[in-house]
């Protein structure tokens, strides 16, 4: 949003919800000025962790419109766990609920993959693997370059 408030990308579709008050959310962007790929950082944020983990339960890999993932401490809060990318999994109710506040080996869970800072921005990451969950706005702006 920062980038498009200050003139340097332009909307070019937005998905059909508002960000803030009558804003719509940028589905498709072009960036009129050069970015510094020199940052490093991945901003920590829902968003990022969902695609990280493939929008799946790292418990039990359940995933799909009418499962509802959540934020998981992998080494609990009260247990001097922190939010922070090595230690969030995205997980099912069901899961979440069952690991309670202990480790997964307490609760007889078993971690898919291990939570990972990643080096990409992860809700970019599109190859054709993954092309059917490309929103339905960037489809006419997608081509073949696009995918690695």
Request: proline share 6%; with cysteine.
């Amino acid at each position: 949003m920062r980038y498009i408030t200050n003139g340097k990308a332009d909307v070019l579709q937005e998905y059909g919800q508002t960000v803030y008050f009558n804003v719509g959310m940028p589905a498709v962007v072009r960036i009129t000025h050069r970015i510094d790929a020199t940052k490093k950082r991945i901003k920590f944020s829902r968003q990022n962790v969902l695609a990280r983990d493939k929008f799946c339960c790292q418990y039990c890999g359940a995933k799909g419109p009418g499962v509802e993932l959540t934020f998981d401490h992998v080494v609990p809060k009260s247990r001097g766990g922190r939010t922070e990318w090595e230690n969030i999994v995205m997980a099912c109710r069901d899961c979440n609920s069952k690991k309670g506040n202990q480790t997964p080996v307490q609760a007889g869970l078993r971690l898919r993959t291990k939570p990972y800072k990643p080096s990409w921005v992860p809700i970019f990451n599109v190859t054709l693997r993954n092309l059917a969950r490309v929103p339905a706005e960037w489809l006419d702006y997608w081509t073949a370059e696009l995918v690695p």
